[in-house]
Structures are given as C-alpha cells and as structure tokens.
C-alpha cells in the first residue's frame, strides 16, 4: 500500500526560529491536506492543496505531486505552533481513502 | 457555520460494556468518516460513508463494531461489547462529498474512549 513518510518526527524550536516540515507519498495522490493537531487532539486544517503553493500568514506550503512530496514552512514561530503536524493524501487508485502521514511533532521554546 | 459535532467527548466504561458515539457533519457534506487515533499515531479510517451509503468499511472490525448513517446526515458508532484495546480517540471527519471538485475534510473534537 501506499506510504506517507513525514520528516523530521520530532523537532525542537526557539520561539521566532523557522522551520520546513516534509511529506513524502509512494504514490501518485488525487489531494493532500495539512493538519495541525494541538495539544487538545484537535485537528485544524492548514491548507488543501493538491499542487501548487499557498500561503496563510505565517505557513505557507508547497505540493510538487509529480515529484511526490510536499512542504509545510513555518515562519517565525510561536509557542501557539506546538503540536503535531500531519499530512494527509487522497489515494487515486482502487477506494478514495485518505491516508495520514507519520506526524511530526513540533515543539516551541519561548 | 457549525464545525462536525461529536458527543460524547469523553468516556470511561468497563471491557465488555457497550459504548456508542455520535456525530453530526457540516452541513450540506455528503462524506463522512470515521476515524481511529492510538496515542502517538496518525488517524487511521474505520468507515467512510457517501450519503447513506457504506462505501468503504475494509478496517472496521465487523465482529464488535457497527455504524449507520441514516437519511445520510447524523451517524453512530458502535462497539460492543467493548475491550480493553479499543481504548483510543474517534475522530468524526465530513467533506463535501468525492464527486465534488473541492472535496477538503473537517474534522470533530473527537471522542475518548477509555476501556477499563
């Protein structure tokens, strides 16, 4: 089956550090989503983006899905970002499933 | 706009008992998901439901655990009898629906099921 990879799992900031948080899929994938899960297990969507770039105030993401991956870049970040940030794909072959990464837990020092 | 609509959003019974949540989509989406999330781990999909229909319920273990979405908006998950393993968060997710260009999840607060 499909794997969703995300590097790095854990990570460590400094309140105002920037970061990139990646997404690798093994393959070809119809959507992808970006989801940030806070401490309450609450999961809040960042961005829906199949291809291309976005970006919403301080995140901005990149999906190349011809080359199989996609970014999340955190810009001056905040205590507020801690959590855990996982990608999820829409599979194009066989069921329409959405399958979610490994997360990558994210933690800022103030 | 009201967001998915999950209750009970904490629960705590003894293995064995049975156990049911509920949850109400976003108005006007056709899909709903249920998910599974062990601690530490990504949600994993138990059902996905387009309208009232159960298009996909490949992981959901038949032997304990039931869903009905009926008139294809509210929809109940059921275990029983529960174990001790079930222990873990179900999250509720709904979309506008697969045939739909635009078809972004949203997901409830999510229910904790604690299994003693």
């Known amino acids: 089956g499909i794997q969703v990879e995300q590097s790095p799992p854990d990570l460590i900031l400094q309140e105002g550090a920037n970061s990139t948080l990646r997404c690798n899929f093994s393959d070809s994938v119809n959507n992808l989503q970006w989801f940030h899960q806070n401490p309450w297990g609450q999961l809040i969507n960042l961005f829906y983006i199949p291809s291309g770039t976005k970006q919403n105030g301080r995140l901005s993401a990149t999906t190349v899905a011809t080359e199989r991956y996609s970014l999340l870049y955190i810009s001056s970040s905040q205590t507020t970002d801690s959590g855990v940030y996982f990608c999820?794909?829409?599979?194009?072959?066989?069921?329409?499933?959405?399958?979610f990464g490994t997360g990558t837990r994210l933690k800022v020092l103030a | 706009e009201a967001g998915v609509v999950q209750s009970p959003r904490y629960k705590i019974i003894e293995k064995k008992q049975p156990v049911a949540f509920w949850c109400n989509p976003i108005s006007g989406h056709n899909t709903l998901y249920w998910y599974l999330q062990n601690l530490g781990q990504g949600p994993e999909l138990l059902i996905r439901?387009?309208?009232?229909?159960?298009?996909?319920d490949s992981q959901l273990p038949k032997d304990r655990f039931s869903a009905e979405r009926l008139k294809g908006v509210d929809s109940t998950l059921k275990i029983q009898p529960a174990e001790l393993g079930d222990s873990a968060v179900y999250l509720c997710?709904?979309?506008?629906?697969?045939?739909?260009?635009?078809?972004?999840?949203?997901f409830g607060p999510g229910t904790r099921l604690t299994v003693l």
């Open positions: 997710a709904s979309s506008p629906g697969l045939a739909r260009s635009y078809n972004e999840q949203f």
């Open positions: 999820a794909v829409l599979l194009t072959s066989g069921t329409y499933k959405y399958i």
């Open positions: 439901y387009e309208n009232e229909e159960a298009v996909d």
